[in-house]
């Protein structure tokens, strides 16, 4: 595992996460956020500061605090003590685990403040930080689909932000806007619009 802040981050300081797919933002042992990426880590997670997401907009409300919050990189083997597998012989252990079940693992084990998939009790954000309104921001999707389809979503070109009242709406990057009620139907059929 490689641990690193928010700010060195920001200031390019880390050059070679090769290998390690899982990310863990934290303050101390209170876990924010724990995300995966195929390509970058470093990469991905300053995507959540580009553009708009929880963890960017978490980031931004608590700064400059936030900027001395650790960020962990994990290998696949890092993540081998958070992963439960069960073996079809009793004296051997099953060793094979792919990236999922390795995110799902620390999701599980860490509790994180933002994540809602495979989360179903994430710690609440404690009141002496910013942003007691990000818990409640991610559209309500069954765990076992909701992360492929929200992948799914995203690959077809959907993200989902607020609106001003505060209502859940999904936007098209060829315009369309559709707000959650009218997306339900969709999601519950695990289709794309």
């Known amino acids: 595992m490689q641990t690193t802040t928010v700010q060195a981050i920001l200031d390019k300081q880390i050059d070679n996460t090769r290998g390690h797919v899982i990310y863990v933002v934290r303050d101390g042992s209170l876990a924010f956020y724990v ?109 076992a689909a909701s992360r492929v389809w929200l992948n799914r979503m995203s690959l077809a070109g959907w993200v989902y932000a607020l609106d001003v009242d505060g209502r859940t709406t999904w936007q098209h990057r060829d315009g369309r806007v559709l707000t959650d009620l009218q997306m339900a139907p969709y999601r519950q059929q695990n289709q794309i619009p």
């Open 35 to 143: 995300g995966q990426s195929k390509r970058d880590v470093v990469a991905r997670f300053g995507e959540h500061l580009q553009k708009p997401s929880r963890l960017g907009e978490l980031i931004e409300l608590n700064r400059p605090g936030s900027l001395q919050w650790a960020v962990d990189f994990y290998t696949l083997a890092d993540c081998r003590p958070f992963v439960s597998q069960k073996s079809l012989f009793t004296m051997q252990a099953w060793e094979h685990f792919d990236m999922d079940m390795a995110e799902q693992s620390l999701i599980a084990a860490l509790r994180p403040v933002l994540n809602r998939d495979f989360n179903p009790h994430p710690t609440p954000l404690p009141r002496h930080y910013q942003g007691q309104h990000l818990g409640d921001q991610l559209p309500a999707i069954a765990p």
